[in-house]
């Protein structure tokens, strides 16, 4: 059974202080890593696909990194703006279901 | 215009009711799915449909049922709602080239007393 647990469970920042998320995962067959974005009382938005270790993805402050157990989204000089819940997600060999962590909240202070 | 659209956004009901969320697309796409978010529990997926013809149940699935009408139609049915199923629902569609990058509705909080 896929497993993904994301870490730590809410974060609190400054703005400017930069940091990273962690999600760790179990999956048979990787197909693919999955970030979102999601904010209060809205639905989760894509932000990237990770397909093998080693690859890296970047959007404005945000980059995600992949290893063969783990991804990191690296949140640089974060605004308030920034503050979201961000969900990972990994994609088996079974071609059409994602497994969700339980998300990371966090909170930028201005 | 939003690409995937649920109706209702907010339900309050009550036990042993039925209840139907209704959710369209308009990014034409074949992939539509239904999950379900609780505190603590991430979010879980109920039913998924690749296509009219093909519906099959998620992880989650006892207590609901689905219809697609249309390519752009996937509704999900509580035949008779209890307490536990109160919790967000989301909609969401994919292409089959990208099945990972979901577009999400907007959600519907739906609350069994």
């Known amino acids: 059974e896929d497993q993904v647990t994301q870490s730590p469970e809410a974060l609190r920042l400054q703005e400017g202080e930069s940091s990273s998320l962690n999600c760790s995962y179990t999956v048979s067959g990787l197909r693919g890593l999955f970030w979102y974005r999601q904010d209060p009382g809205k639905g989760p938005e894509f932000l990237f696909t990770?397909?093998?270790a080693g690859e890296e993805k970047e959007k404005e402050r945000l980059k995600a990194t992949l290893t063969k157990k783990e991804s990191f989204l690296h949140i640089t000089a974060p605004k308030p703006e920034d503050s979201a819940t961000y969900l990972c997600a990994v994609q088996g060999s079974s071609n059409y279901k994602l497994t969700f962590g339980k998300g990371t909240l966090l909170t930028v202070n201005p | 215009d939003a690409d995937v659209t649920q109706t209702p956004r907010n339900r309050i009901t009550k036990t042993g009711k039925r209840i139907m969320l209704e959710c369209s697309q308009t990014?034409?796409?074949?992939?539509m799915y239904w999950y379900r978010q609780d505190p603590g529990l991430g979010l879980r997926l109920i039913y998924y449909s690749f296509d009219v013809k093909d519906i099959n149940k998620g992880e989650i699935s006892d207590g609901y049922s689905v219809s697609r009408q249309a390519q752009a139609k996937f509704s999900l049915s509580l035949e008779s709602a209890i307490p536990n199923q109160t919790a967000l629902y989301f909609c969401?569609?994919?292409?089959?080239?990208?099945?990972?990058?979901?577009?999400f509705g907007e959600g519907s909080r739906l609350t069994v007393l």
């Open positions: 990770l397909y093998s």
């Open positions: 969401a569609t994919t292409g089959q080239d990208n099945t990972g990058e979901l577009f």
């Open positions: 990014k034409g796409h074949d992939r």
